[in-house]
Nanobody
Framework: QLQLVESGGGLVQPGGSLRLSCAAS????????IGWFRQAPGKERERVTC????????VYTDSVKGRFTISRDNAKNTVYLQMNSLKPEDTAVYYC??????????????????????WGQGTQVTVSS
């Protein structure tokens, strides 16, 4: 059973940076497409980015392109989300998730109840001066 634990959230000023980590146990992350989602208060959950060894390049939602970078360290069984030039509208709880085996980042837009097999508990990111 794959378990995911996020860390690295916190309070940062606009324009600042944070790096979130998603550490896995129970299975090797390299076998999964890993996505980051976020949910702000009163808003729907939003897809942020997805990465897998089976896709030619990561997928990013338009609002984070050029600012956020997803990466993974298979030796540490960890996926990272580097967030630069943070804006107040990036404030949200950030979740990492592993897609079921057989689903790839090309499926990232699909119903999460269909494609997401495992969720982390979330980490709060607050961007405020």
């Amino acid at each position: 059973q794959l378990q995911l634990v996020e860390s690295g959230g916190g309070l940062v000023q606009p324009g600042g940076s944070l790096r979130l980590s998603c550490a896995a146990s129970g299975s090797a992350l390299e076998h999964y497409a890993i996505g980051w989602f976020r949910q702000a208060p009163g808003k729907e959950r939003e897809r942020v980015t997805c990465n897998s060894i089976f896709d030619s390049e990561p997928v990013y939602t338009d609002s984070v392109k050029g600012r956020f970078t997803i990466s993974r360290d298979n030796a540490k069984n960890t996926v990272y989300l580097q967030m630069n030039s943070l804006k107040p509208e990036d404030t949200a709880v950030y979740y990492c998730a592993a897609l079921w085996s057989g689903y790839f980042c090309s499926d990232f837009h699909r119903d999460v109840d269909l494609v997401v097999g495992y969720w982390g508990q979330g980490t709060q990111v607050t961007v405020s001066s």
